[in-house]
């Protein structure tokens, strides 16, 4: 419980930060006149409009994607697995795509990427399951980077045929933060508070299920209600956050990992304290990004992968190694 609260507590350290830096110097005193006595000025119009809805987005999608992690590992029982890596965010994303392209930009999409995400998961747990030794950790891996190359070349092909679609999603597509204000956001974080809060009542079940599927059923658990509540949580995640930022990639994959160095495998641990630490690390990744090339800015997406790419390789050695 005590790491749960220093978490809240680094939490709100970031969304303060979030609001005080950025390309543009602003004095505390200001950020908060900002907060509590808004005036319309050009300084406080940059703290309402640009930086909380990205605090708040950092911390709603980090946290999104940190959960998501954490349960797509313990469903498959593959450390090597998120939501990324499987497909699932690029099925989202070609969705956004293909939305874009046909009806144009400044839609709610959200629907869409849920339905992309879906598709996605079912598609590689199909592919993961053929053959006849069934679905294994190491096929479910190969499914997921065949889909994904196959869905990130689909997105590739109809963008390079619309130059139109191109222009207005290529930031979104590195994945990035800038851009949603809280009226694009509003319509989606009850989704995200929805997935979270049915993931942490998964929390019990999933620590069952991750002993083997054998072994859970035979302690009455009923393994297959499981599968789909917890999947049904991830498309909400990995959806939610994909329809707002992108396809950000690794977090779900980095999270899960330092959480269970820290607490064990208990998921009535994990799950909170991934949900902490993916909103602390998107939101410090997104500050690198602001802060980096001041006064540019990076996709936080590439801020992710310069993390999350080494400790890939690192986890897939470890493996093979084994």
Not at 63 to 76: C, E, N, P, R, S
Not at 233 to 254: E, K, Y
Request: charged share 10%; hydrophobic share 55%.
């Amino acid at each position: 419980m005590v790491g749960l609260g220093l978490g809240v507590f680094v939490v709100l350290g970031c969304l303060i930060a979030s609001l005080l830096l950025g390309a543009a110097d602003i004095s505390p005193s200001i950020v908060l006149q900002a907060i509590f006595q808004f005036d319309g000025s050009t300084e406080h119009l940059i703290i309402r409009t640009v930086r909380m809805p990205r605090a708040i987005l950092a911390v709603a999608i980090g946290a999104a994607l940190g959960v998501a992690g954490a349960i797509t590992q313990g469903l498959t029982r593959n450390p090597l697995a998120a939501p990324d890596i499987l497909g699932i965010n690029e099925g989202a994303a070609l969705a956004m795509v293909l939305a874009v392209f046909w009806r144009g930009s400044g839609g709610n999409y959200v629907g869409f990427a849920f339905g992309g995400a879906m598709l996605a998961a079912v598609l590689v747990y199909w592919l993961g399951s053929m053959g006849r030794s069934g679905l294994t950790p190491l096929k479910l891996v190969i499914a997921g980077a065949a889909l994904t190359y196959l869905l990130t070349s689909l997105t590739t092909g109809i963008l390079i045929l619309n130059q139109r679609t191109l222009d207005e999603i290529r930031f979104w597509l590195a994945g990035s933060l800038a851009g949603p204000d809280m009226a694009a956001i509003g319509p989606v974080l009850p989704y995200i508070v929805v997935g979270l809060v049915g993931s942490l009542a998964l929390g019990r079940q999933l620590t069952l299920l991750s002993l083997g599927e054998d072994v859970a059923q035979g302690l009455g658990l009923q393994t297959a209600w499981v599968k789909v509540g917890a999947a049904i949580a991830v498309v909400l995640l990995a959806g939610s956050a994909v329809s707002l930022a992108g396809p950000i990639g690794f977090v779900g994959l980095v999270v899960p990992h330092v959480v269970r160095f820290a607490v064990g495998v208990d998921y009535r641990w994990i799950l909170p304290y991934a949900m902490l630490v993916g909103a602390i690390l998107l939101s410090v990744a997104d500050l690198a990004a602001r802060l980096v090339i001041r006064p540019q800015e990076l996709p936080v997406g590439i801020m992710t992968a310069l993390v999350g790419a080494p400790f890939f390789i690192y986890l897939a050695r470890s493996r093979i190694k084994q």
